[in-house]
């Protein structure tokens, strides 16, 4: 990607995070929601989650065997944002992410307004191992929000338990008021701040 292009996405992140900053707040109808999903994205729920988790487990493995382990700066920020082993971590760098062989999983992100797969989509997170496209990965914010993430799947315990979670905010509120998401923006932020 040219240098400019990749910088205005930068510019155009860290400008929806500080817009993003002040938190959504959830009305009763998307507390309901998430509470209980309903048909509908239960049962999208079931026809994706298998194979999303068997993508971000082998995609997991992947990044643990060859991507590179945090700074000692970096092991700060992690455990300042509540990741519990940040010696695990590890980091690399891809020009494209993992993609599902099922082409409707894709099909039903674009269609849900998803980043997932898109050029919007700069970092990914599964397990201990974070994915950052190669014009962030020098960001300490994108890296921050990643390591969020890490926490919350060593909370889950299971990927599959967090991409359960994960899927059923995104497909009921969305990407900005997913409590996932809004948890990644805030805690990232406040520790950005304090360092
Ligand atoms: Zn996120």
Redesign the pocket.
Known sequence: MQRAAALAIVAALLLAACKEESPVVLTPEQQKLLASPGIEVNAIIEQVLPEATELLTISEAQVLASGRALTKEEIQLALDVGVMLPEQVRVATRERFPMPRDPRISALAAERGLIFGTPEELGRTQGHGILLKPEVAQSREVLA??LV?VAQYEKARFIEDFLRRYLVELLTVGYTAAPI?QE?RALSAKALKEQ
């Open positions: 929000h990643e993430h998401e990644a």
